[in-house]
């Protein structure tokens, strides 16, 4: 149970995030409204905030550099998705490696 709910925060952190910045960034970048902004930077005020409920036996900077393995998931899956633009092999070998890296921050025995 432990493990599910810490990939769970970790891939709503991971959500809030990318789905923050896409929004801030289609009012900016797309001239969208700027309510998209303001939902955009609520998302990323929940960003912040979700990595605080992992377990508090990982410290912040673990808890952070294993997120990142799982932020480049969750990108590239939101550009295949959302932008229908699909990861190729590089990409994919390396986002697996970033998961590798990530389990071994967090779970290596120490």
């Known amino acids: 149970m432990h493990t599910v709910r810490a990939i769970s925060l970790f891939i709503l952190a991971g959500l809030a995030e990318i789905a923050g910045g896409y929004l801030v960034w289609q009012w900016l970048r ?3 409204s700027v ?3 303001v939902l955009g930077a609520i ?3 929940g960003y912040g905030v979700l990595p605080t409920l992992q ?3 990982w410290s912040f900077g673990r808890v952070y550099a294993a997120y990142g393995g799982v932020f480049i998931v969750l ?3 939101w550009g295949w998705i ?3 633009n699909p990861p190729d092999q590089p990409s994919l070998i390396g986002a697996c490696l970033a998961l590798v890296g990530a389990a071994v921050i967090l779970y290596w025995p120490r």
């Open 43 to 45: 998302l990323l005020i």
């Open 30 to 32: 797309a001239d969208r």
């Open 75 to 77: 990108s590239l899956a």
């Open 55 to 57: 377990p508090q036996v």
């Open 35 to 37: 309510w998209l902004g």
């Open 82 to 84: 959302v932008d229908h």
